[in-house]
């Protein structure tokens, strides 16, 4: 379970649900099937290469839920749908039988709100290429970009990426951290596959910081 004694009222709700979550088996049926497409790797262990390093903090945008997420590096742009918990804890996901569909956290902050905000997505579904396929090619300083229901776009840097066991999800770090900034946390599976389960391993985790908003 997460430890809540650090965490501000006003976001113990949050941190409360992250730490229900089975999170051992988040974005579980990844796979889609019992092997991953041709030459997939579901993730990435290697630490994000230097790049051009974030600009500063920018201000953060008042609560709007996301419509659409953009990165341009990967050719990705993809609808966003909210996400909640199951009646057994873990989190939601993207149906498979929509690769393209990304899912936000929507017990957590909005794309924007100051805070942690988490979108989801599959890394392939049936055998084929999905939405969050490439995510392990993101480096430092690549651009995200999200379009919010209030017609603002949040645009986020990568700062860092995260390759776990599923056993060992950074439960508090991802869902629950206490910032004073507006970050991005982009989640998907990764490491090796396992054939006997039909699942990935591990997920991998891009961490960005909110850098400009309109």
Same mark, same amino acid.
């Given at each position: 379970?997460?430890? /809540?004694?650090?965490?501000?009222?006003? /976001?113990?709700?949050?941190?409360?649900?992250?730490?229900?979550?089975?999170? $051992?088996?988040?974005? !579980?049926?990844?796979?889609? $099937?019992?092997?991953?497409?041709?030459?997939?790797?579901? %993730? !990435?262990?290697?630490?994000?290469?230097s790049a051009a390093v974030p600009e500063g903090n920018a201000k953060p945008l008042p609560k709007s839920?996301?419509?659409?997420?953009?990165?341009?590096?990967? %050719?990705?742009?993809?609808?966003?749908?909210?996400?909640?918990?199951?009646?057994?804890? /873990?989190?939601?996901?993207?149906?498979?039988?929509?690769?393209?569909?990304?899912?936000?956290?929507?017990?957590?902050?909005?794309?924007?709100?100051? %805070?942690?905000?988490?979108?989801?997505?599959?890394?392939?579904? #049936?055998?084929?290429?999905?939405?969050?396929? /490439?995510?392990?090619?993101?480096? @430092?300083?690549?651009?995200?970009?999200?379009?919010? @229901?209030? %017609?603002?776009?949040?645009?986020?840097?990568?700062?860092?990426?995260?390759?776990?066991?599923?056993?060992?999800?950074?439960?508090?770090?991802?869902?629950?951290?206490?910032?004073?900034?507006?970050?991005?946390?982009?989640?998907?599976? $990764?490491?090796?596959?396992?054939?006997?389960?039909?699942?990935?391993?591990? #997920?991998?985790?891009?961490?960005?910081?909110?850098?400009?908003?309109?």
């Amino acid at each position: 379970m997460t430890d /809540r004694t650090t965490v501000p009222a006003g /976001r113990r709700a949050v941190c409360a649900a992250a730490g229900a979550l089975v999170i $051992g088996l988040l974005l !579980g049926s990844c796979g889609g $099937g019992d092997e991953p497409p041709a030459a997939a790797s579901g %993730g !990435g262990s290697t630490p994000a290469a230097s790049a051009a390093v974030p600009e500063g903090n920018a201000k953060p945008l008042p609560k709007s839920p996301p419509k659409t997420l953009s990165i341009a590096k990967l %050719g990705v742009t993809a609808p966003v749908s909210p996400l909640g918990l199951r009646p057994d804890g /873990r989190i939601e996901e993207p149906p498979l039988s929509r690769p393209n569909l990304t899912g936000w956290y929507k017990l957590g902050p909005t794309p924007g709100e100051n %805070g942690p905000s988490v979108i989801l997505g599959h890394v392939d579904a #049936n055998k084929k290429q999905a939405v969050f396929y /490439r995510l392990k090619d993101l480096k @430092q300083g690549d651009r995200i970009e999200v379009t919010r @229901q209030d %017609g603002t776009t949040a645009t986020f840097a990568v700062t860092s990426k995260q390759d776990v066991d599923k056993n060992a999800f950074p439960h508090k770090k991802v869902f629950a951290e206490t910032l004073d900034y507006s970050s991005l946390r982009l989640v998907t599976c $990764g490491g090796a596959f396992d054939a006997s389960t039909g699942h990935y391993k591990n #997920n991998l985790i891009v961490y960005a910081k909110l850098v400009q908003s309109a």
